[in-house]
């Protein structure tokens, strides 16, 4: 087969871009597309914050007959290598049809232009980073992914073994389900908590809701400081998110911790929106018409608990099952009783053990990482 790798360098590539994860996914009816508005805004280099700091290439790949087979990006990231202080690329964006040749090939060109740029090894796929969608689905292909987060072919796997990758960290996702799982163990704990702790839980406060989200960040940041991955965001990268969750967020599942007034924790859960989003198949106005704000007008009966922090000095007080126990009770009169936790790296003991041994909730998916020594 011959093949060729391009850049993505005018208007009608960057449509082909766009539109190659339905040619590759069409078969799948597990598969949720991206918002097409939301595809070109990741790919402009005027408007997506992530632009800011990090070196982007998008590449395609063509059979002979000239029709897209493959794509790839190519980042480096400047504010990664500052916080971490290794010369590590990465890769995002990846999709493929089954054919090792176009895959190898396309993986080459990103391993070749993070290296021209000095980098020393390459880890993907990240969209663009761990802030955002990451991740290689490698269990969990029966199930439908929750909002904002992937899902791929299950030989994506094999593809990177086969370019030369190895796995590097595993992403957890966990089911739970009100009246199936031990939420009322978690209940006693946060009723104990509640009792024993001089804390009060409050909803995020949406007429405050870029000071609130201030607040949120700052914790954000320090609770994630010490993971695997992390990169800081910018302020501009979390407003966009923010943003971007707004249209579906339900105050209440986004509990804030306080002590003496000041905040010291925090949970967001999400109604899963690619209920809507599978509907509008890419486009904008059916995807907002299904979503038009809760109570939604598709019928949305699960979540995901996507982000949780506890700054340090708090961290062994059970503020944990505390917001994870709101943000249950509080989906569960929403008509939302399960959901999805999602992601935690495979080496945080600590939360595996509640989701694990204090909840009994279901690991049904699992994600990775792979990396490549240039």
């Known amino acids: 087969m011959s093949l060729i790798v391009e850049k993505v360098d005018s208007a009608g590539k960057r449509r082909e871009f766009i539109r190659l994860p339905f040619l590759v996914n069409r078969d799948d009816r597990m598969w949720v597309p991206q918002l097409y508005m939301d595809a070109r805004n990741s790919m402009n280099r005027k408007k997506h914050p992530f632009h800011e700091h990090a070196d982007v290439e998008f590449f395609l790949a063509r059979d002979a007959s000239g029709k897209p087979v493959g794509r790839v990006c190519a980042i480096v990231n400047r504010a990664f290598l500052e916080y971490h202080g290794e010369k590590t690329g990465h890769f995002g964006f990846f999709e493929c049809l089954r054919n090792q040749e176009a895959a190898s090939a396309l993986l080459d060109a990103a391993s070749r232009w993070v290296a021209d740029r000095g980098m020393d090894r390459i880890q993907g796929p990240f969209n663009f980073s761990t802030n955002e969608t990451c991740g290689c689905l490698v269990e969990g292909f029966d199930t439908p992914p929750l909002v904002m987060m992937p899902h791929n072919p299950p030989w994506y796997q094999d593809l990177f073994l086969g370019a030369g990758f190895t796995g590097e960290m595993d992403l957890l996702a966990y089911w739970a389900e009100k009246g199936k799982h031990r939420f009322d163990r978690l209940s006693r704990i946060a009723e104990m908590v509640s009792r024993r702790e001089s804390v009060t839980l409050r909803p995020l406060n949406m007429k405050n809701f870029r000071d609130d989200l201030r607040v949120v960040m700052d914790i954000y940041r320090e609770c994630w400081a010490e993971n695997w991955g ?115 790296l495979e080496n945080n003991a600590p939360m595996r053990t509640i989701l694990e041994k204090d909840i009994g909730a279901d690991l049904y998916k699992r994600y990775r990482i792979f990396q490549k020594e240039l």
């Open 230 to 344: 992390f990169v800081p965001t910018t302020m501009r990268e979390f407003d966009a998110l923010a943003q971007e969750m707004k249209l579906i967020l339900a105050p209440s599942m986004a509990p804030v911790v306080e002590c003496g007034g000041v905040p010291v924790a925090f949970g967001v859960a999400l109604p899963d929106a690619n209920v809507g989003i599978a509907r509008g198949r890419g486009r904008l106005l059916p995807t907002l018409l299904a979503l038009k704000v809760p109570p939604f007008r598709v019928k949305i009966d699960r979540v995901r608990v996507l982000l949780m922090g506890v700054r340090k000095e708090y961290r062994g007080r059970g503020l944990e099952a505390l917001i994870v126990d709101s943000i249950v009770r509080e989906s569960a009169k929403l008509g939302m009783g399960r959901g999805e936790l999602s992601w935690v």
